[in-house]
């Protein structure tokens, strides 16, 4: 039995949905294995917006560090297009006070979701089972902005120090010594300057994890092996910006996007579990939302953050258990399934816990 501090931010358009159908499963983990979580709702994003002026305030910061993890649903919708700060903001500014520079994100083509991978069955023949390891707090997320004055011009600075190279590079060959032992680093060092020293230090680096394959691709490469034959990866680390974009790429071919987890991970156990999907403005509120993607982040918070593995297999095994039963929410639905809502599919993978 254990206590541990949850922050939920639910955040904008289906956040709240999904992030209220992920406290129902941990639920009943709580009850199942006699533990307390014990949740502080916060702002963040447009609906910070809207009450305080400010996309991330700074009492969200403050409970969030003083939490043992956060759980986040999405933010940002077309609602905050013309504002000041928009609501992603929110989201980097909560990333980088929480110092959270490393974001898995795993892709795993299920066997019950085949039909909903848009990649034909010989494509799919050996599966997919990819850890996209994105550096999370630098690059040209982080880098300088500028928008000229007339506004006939604009600019934003792609940087990376070797240190920050270094770190996010240890966690990418540390995870794929607990997998397959093989690290594709994802660049393109044969144009930008960043690219070149992110490849000569990985290069490096290897050297400390000999028992890891290290080899480097082009992301426009990259991204066109992904489609035709994913089952070659195993680990891929890579810069913010190519790891925003490849996972979703990855969590397509995985079947939706409405399936993936993902942790943001710093120097503390307090780490940041989101779904990899946005916030969906177009479907809020009408309860049809993937509450899945949320619910096994929330799996991967009790193993990553709270070492809690078999309440965290707990939760996957009854995803798969639901997926099983033929139940599917819109986006994984096929022919023959059962269609379901998103309160519905979160109450029956808390039932199967
Ligand atoms: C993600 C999202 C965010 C990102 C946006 C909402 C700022 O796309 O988490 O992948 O680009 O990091
Ligand atoms: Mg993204």
Not at 147 to 176: C, H, L
Not at 275 to 285: N, R
Request: net charge negative.
């Amino acid at each position: 039995m254990a206590d541990f501090k949850i922050a939920l931010i639910k955040g904008d358009g289906i956040g709240p949905e999904i992030v209220d159908g992920a406290v129902t499963v941990l639920d009943a983990v709580a009850k199942k294995y006699g533990h307390n979580f014990n949740y502080t709702e916060v702002d963040m994003g447009g609906c910070a917006i809207d009450k305080f002026g400010t996309p991330l305030p700074q009492e969200t910061v403050d409970i969030c560090k003083a939490s043992d993890s956060v759980l986040l649903g999405a933010v940002g919708g077309p609602k905050w297009d013309n504002c000041k700060e928009r609501p992603e903001k929110g989201l980097l500014g909560i990333r980088k006070a929480l110092g959270l520079y490393s974001n898995l994100r795993p892709s795993i083509l299920k066997k019950q979701l085949k039909d909903a991978s848009p990649l034909k069955d010989e494509k799919l023949a050996n599966g997919l089972d990819v850890m996209v390891v994105r550096e999370l707090t630098g690059g040209i997320y982080f880098g300088e902005r500028h928008t000229a004055e007339d506004g006939s011009w604009a600019s934003d600075e792609e940087k990376y120090s070797v240190e920050e190279v270094k770190r996010i590079g240890k966690i990418a060959f540390e995870t794929a010594m607990l997998r397959n032992k093989r690290v594709v680093s994802v660049d393109k060092a044969n144009v930008l300057d960043s690219s070149k020293l992110w490849r000569k230090t990985m290069t490096e680096l290897a050297k400390d994890y000999p028992e890891v394959t290290l080899t480097h691709m082009y992301v426009d490469n990259a991204a066109m092996q992904l489609a035709i034959n994913p089952a070659q990866f195993d680990v891929i680390v890579t810069s913010n910006i190519f790891g925003d974009i490849l996972s979703d790429l990855s969590s397509a071919i995985a079947g939706s996007i409405g399936m993936l987890p993902s942790a943001s991970l710093g120097a503390t156990k307090c780490g940041m579990y989101e779904p990899i999907h946005g916030s969906a403005p177009d479907i809020a509120g009408m309860d049809i939302a993937n509450p899945i993607a949320t619910i096994v982040s929330a799996a991967m918070m009790l193993e990553m953050s709270f070492g809690l593995s078999a309440e965290a297999k707990a939760i996957n095994d009854a995803v798969d258990k639901v997926l099983d039963m033929g139940y599917r929410t819109t986006d994984i639905y096929s022919d023959g399934m059962k269609k379901i809502g998103c309160k519905e599919m979160a109450a029956l993978i808390a039932e199967n816990i």
